[in-house]
């Protein structure tokens, strides 16, 4: 699967963006899918996932009730919608994609998009 990530920018805070990941190469509902974040001198650290067909999320507790995960598997895409960003949620944000189940583990994700920028500003 290849995953590219678009949507990054720089924003105000309590201002909003929608990151969008488009997969090609491999079945996308046979793929449950993420969003992770690395911060300046920050590791990596998990964000949203959304099972196949859509039914199951799960947030992290920093992000829960601003952001909300979806996909349309119709094309082969996942977004991202970020509402009420704070200066902390600035990272790259990365899609990633795991074969048959939902995770939060990074370790388990089997395939990684490039990432793209969000900046938000105070």
């Known amino acids: 699967v290849q995953l590219q990530a678009s949507g990054g920018g720089s924003v105000q805070a309590g201002g909003s963006l929608r990151l969008s990941c488009v997969a090609s190469?491999?079945?996308?509902?046979?793929?449950?899918m993420g969003w992770f974040r690395q911060g300046p001198g920050k590791e990596r650290e998990f964000v949203a996932t959304?099972?196949?067909?859509?039914?199951?999320?799960y947030y992290a507790d920093s992000v829960k009730g601003r952001f909300t995960i979806s996909r349309n598997n119709a094309r082969n895409t996942v977004y991202l919608q970020m509402n009420s960003l704070k200066p902390e949620d600035t990272a790259v944000y990365y899609c990633a994609a795991r074969y048959i189940g939902h995770s939060i583990h990074e370790y388990e994700y089997d395939y990684w998009g490039q990432g793209t920028l969000v900046t938000v500003s105070s």
């Open positions: 959304i099972s196949w067909n859509g039914a199951t999320t």
């Open positions: 190469g491999r079945t996308f509902i046979n793929y449950d």
